[in-house]
């Protein structure tokens, strides 16, 4: 099985002459389901009521199932109208939310198991040239290569902490310390 695309969904929410965007990484059913069932519900609903608003977005999915395509299209939407709010406040969202930390480190998240290791090398390269001091990379479908690729992740990237990686397949048990070499 490969990834070898990924649907993008995104949402906008309109008030006072201003847009707030949300977006999800989700099938195009839920855009469907944004369109023609959250949005028409909205309409009328304070902009700063984000509160109502995902009340009433989760009450229309009831029926539906709040996991999977339901939960995903309303939190686009909902996203969507936080992000409204903060620009009609003139105000960033984590702001308003209430900030626990000063910032978050970003890091460059990608390397696919399908990806060649040419593939890996440049998208871990542009990662370094972009300022990225930490990469997640995909493991999982071949222990033996995953190693080799976790390598040279790590001599892209300084320190051993600066590499992770998440299980895109697992066929049967996988060693937990394969990409220690062990």
């Not at 409204?84 to 939310?97: F, I, M, N, Q, T």
């Not at 930490?134 to 479908?141: L, Q």
Request: hydrophobic share 40%.
């Amino acid at each position: 099985m490969d990834w070898d695309h990924t649907t993008l969904v995104v949402v906008t929410a309109e008030a006072g002459g201003r847009q707030g965007i949300g977006y999800g990484y989700a099938d195009a059913a839920t855009a469907r389901l944004v369109a023609d069932t959250l949005a028409t519900r909205l309409p009328g609903l304070d902009a700063f009521d984000t509160n109502r608003a995902w009340i009433v977005m989760t009450e229309a999915v009831r029926n539906l199932g709040r996991p999977g395509i339901a939960s995903m299209a309303v939190s686009a939407l909902d996203v969507a109208l936080w992000d409204l709010k903060g620009k009609l406040l003139d105000r960033s969202v984590a702001d308003l939310l209430g900030r626990a930390r000063d910032g978050t480190p970003a890091y460059g998240s990608g390397g696919f198991t399908s990806c060649s290791d040419g593939t890996l090398a440049e998208q871990l390269a542009g990662w370094a040239r972009d300022g990225l001091p930490a990469v997640k990379m995909k493991i999982g479908r071949d222990a033996a290569r995953d190693i080799g690729r976790v390598a040279r992740a790590r001599l892209r990237h300084r320190e051993p902490q600066e590499v992770g990686g998440t299980v895109e397949q697992a066929p049967g048990d996988v060693d937990a310390d394969a990409d220690e070499g062990g």
